[in-house]
């Protein structure tokens, strides 16, 4: 929850692929207090059954830049026992050999203080989006 003095920060995952919430996806958090400050991690979680991560943890009074780190290669890896890799249709020639085209997601952005920041990823196999939700 935000304050007077800092930000908060909440994200979900939808797979546009699956029309469905991305369940499983770790995310980190990590922060900074200006733009040349160097990064502090601040944890992680992984996205429920409705695709959110409720408990992020909070950021620190002064940040000024908010990194979310989404590590998706292994939701969207086409192993056995994998939901979102059977729904993985490409054309093999298409694939880039992990599995994920893009195994990682980084999103950063600046934040100001009292403020709440909800950041959503939309995924699918070959690509993604992000905006600032509400």
Do not use: K
């Amino acid at each position: 929850m935000s304050t007077d003095t800092t930000a908060s920060v909440s994200t979900h995952i939808l797979d546009t692929s699956a029309g469905r919430p991305a369940e499983g996806v770790a995310v980190r958090l990590a922060a900074r207090s200006g733009r040349d400050a160097e990064w502090r991690a601040l944890g992680g979680s992984a996205t429920d059954a409705d695709g959110r991560c409720g408990d992020l943890p909070a950021l620190p009074e002064g940040t000024t830049h908010v990194r979310l780190d989404f590590a998706v290669e292994a939701y969207l890896a086409p192993q056995a026992g994998n939901r979102a890799g059977a729904r993985q249709d490409a054309p093999a020639h298409r694939d880039s050999g992990t599995g994920a085209f893009f195994p990682e997601v980084a999103v950063t952005f600046a934040v100001a203080p009292g403020e709440h920041y909800h950041v959503p990823l939309l995924l699918n196999p070959f690509g993604y989006s992000v905006y600032r939700g509400s």
